[in-house]
Protein backbone atom coordinates (compact mmCIF):
# COMPACT_ATOMS: atom_id res chain seq x y z
CA UNK A 1 0.00 0.00 0.00
CA UNK A 2 0.88 3.73 -0.70
CA UNK A 3 0.08 6.64 1.10
CA UNK A 4 0.46 10.24 -0.45
CA UNK A 5 0.54 13.27 1.60
CA UNK A 6 0.27 17.15 -0.01
CA UNK A 7 1.78 20.31 1.16
CA UNK A 8 2.05 23.56 0.33
CA UNK A 9 -1.27 24.88 -0.75
CA UNK A 10 -2.93 28.04 0.59
CA UNK A 11 -4.29 31.53 -0.44
CA UNK A 12 -2.37 33.68 -3.22
CA UNK A 13 -2.86 36.82 -5.58
CA UNK A 14 -3.31 36.44 -9.34
CA UNK A 15 -0.67 36.32 -10.83
CA UNK A 16 1.25 34.72 -7.99
CA UNK A 17 3.03 31.46 -7.10
CA UNK A 18 2.53 28.56 -5.23
CA UNK A 19 4.43 24.87 -4.35
CA UNK A 20 2.61 22.03 -3.74
CA UNK A 21 4.64 18.77 -2.71
CA UNK A 22 3.26 15.29 -1.96
CA UNK A 23 5.24 12.22 -0.50
CA UNK A 24 4.88 9.35 -1.43
CA UNK A 25 5.44 6.21 1.88
CA UNK A 26 4.94 2.61 1.84
CA UNK A 27 5.57 0.70 -1.02
CA UNK A 28 6.54 3.59 -3.30
CA UNK A 29 9.45 2.01 -4.81
CA UNK A 30 7.23 0.79 -8.26
CA UNK A 31 5.35 4.19 -9.03
CA UNK A 32 5.72 4.64 -12.62
CA UNK A 33 3.82 7.34 -12.48
CA UNK A 34 3.21 10.46 -10.41
CA UNK A 35 1.23 14.03 -11.08
CA UNK A 36 -1.86 15.97 -10.03
CA UNK A 37 -5.45 15.97 -10.71
CA UNK A 38 -7.45 19.12 -9.39
CA UNK A 39 -11.27 19.94 -8.82
CA UNK A 40 -12.61 23.55 -8.98
CA UNK A 41 -15.80 23.73 -7.10
CA UNK A 42 -18.48 23.20 -8.20
CA UNK A 43 -16.69 21.07 -11.16
CA UNK A 44 -15.43 17.43 -11.73
CA UNK A 45 -11.93 16.94 -11.08
CA UNK A 46 -9.57 16.90 -13.80
CA UNK A 47 -6.14 15.79 -14.66
CA UNK A 48 -3.61 18.85 -14.54
CA UNK A 49 -0.18 16.99 -14.79
CA UNK A 50 2.08 14.05 -14.20
CA UNK A 51 5.78 12.78 -14.73
CA UNK A 52 7.51 9.57 -15.58
CA UNK A 53 9.66 7.69 -13.56
CA UNK A 54 12.28 9.04 -15.95
CA UNK A 55 11.46 12.71 -15.50
CA UNK A 56 9.28 13.62 -18.61
CA UNK A 57 6.39 15.53 -17.89
CA UNK A 58 3.10 16.51 -19.52
CA UNK A 59 0.97 18.96 -18.78
CA UNK A 60 -3.18 20.05 -19.29
CA UNK A 61 -3.45 22.44 -22.37
CA UNK A 62 -4.67 25.06 -19.74
CA UNK A 63 -1.26 25.24 -17.50
CA UNK A 64 1.32 24.57 -20.06
CA UNK A 65 3.68 27.46 -19.81
CA UNK A 66 2.57 28.29 -16.29
CA UNK A 67 3.04 24.97 -14.25
CA UNK A 68 6.19 22.83 -14.17
CA UNK A 69 6.04 19.06 -12.60
CA UNK A 70 9.07 17.84 -11.00
CA UNK A 71 10.02 14.24 -9.35
CA UNK A 72 12.70 13.13 -6.98
CA UNK A 73 12.55 9.14 -7.38
CA UNK A 74 15.15 8.96 -4.12
CA UNK A 75 12.93 10.92 -2.01
CA UNK A 76 9.28 9.14 -3.61
CA UNK A 77 8.17 12.45 -3.83
CA UNK A 78 6.48 15.28 -6.60
CA UNK A 79 6.05 18.74 -6.80
CA UNK A 80 4.18 21.15 -8.48
CA UNK A 81 5.52 24.63 -9.44
CA UNK A 82 2.58 26.82 -9.61
CA UNK A 83 3.35 30.15 -11.62
CA UNK A 84 1.07 33.01 -12.72
CA UNK A 85 -2.09 31.96 -11.07
CA UNK A 86 -4.97 32.66 -11.89
CA UNK A 87 -8.58 32.45 -10.60
CA UNK A 88 -9.21 29.69 -12.46
CA UNK A 89 -6.78 28.06 -10.67
CA UNK A 90 -8.93 27.64 -8.02
CA UNK A 91 -9.34 23.99 -7.24
CA UNK A 92 -8.23 21.77 -4.52
CA UNK A 93 -5.08 19.44 -5.87
CA UNK A 94 -4.79 16.05 -5.26
CA UNK A 95 -1.06 13.92 -5.32
CA UNK A 96 -1.72 11.29 -7.62
CA UNK A 97 0.24 7.51 -8.33
CA UNK A 98 -0.29 4.87 -10.96
CA UNK A 99 1.68 1.84 -11.08
CA UNK A 100 0.88 1.24 -14.69
CA UNK A 101 2.91 2.50 -18.02
CA UNK A 102 2.51 6.42 -18.57
CA UNK A 103 0.57 7.58 -20.62
CA UNK A 104 1.03 10.88 -22.46
CA UNK A 105 -2.81 11.94 -20.89
CA UNK A 106 -5.34 10.93 -18.44
CA UNK A 107 -8.67 11.65 -18.73
CA UNK A 108 -11.30 12.58 -15.76
CA UNK A 109 -12.44 9.29 -14.79
CA UNK A 110 -8.68 7.47 -14.98
CA UNK A 111 -8.17 4.89 -11.92
CA UNK A 112 -5.12 5.88 -10.80
CA UNK A 113 -3.96 3.31 -8.07
CA UNK A 114 -3.60 6.03 -5.81
CA UNK A 115 -4.67 9.64 -4.27
CA UNK A 116 -3.87 11.93 -1.62
CA UNK A 117 -6.35 13.68 0.30
CA UNK A 118 -6.14 17.14 -1.72
CA UNK A 119 -4.70 20.56 -0.28
CA UNK A 120 -6.88 23.46 -0.93
CA UNK A 121 -5.36 26.35 -3.73
CA UNK A 122 -7.46 29.43 -3.86
CA UNK A 123 -6.24 32.46 -5.86
CA UNK A 124 -7.88 35.29 -5.23
CA UNK A 125 -7.54 39.23 -5.03
Known amino acids: QVQLVESGGGVVQPGGTLRLSCAASGNAFDLNVMGWYRQPPGKQRDWVAHITRGGVGYYTNSVKGRFAISRDNAKNAVYLQMDSLKPEDTAVYYC???????????????????WGQGTQVTVSS
Open 96 to 114: VADLSAAKTYYSATYAMDY
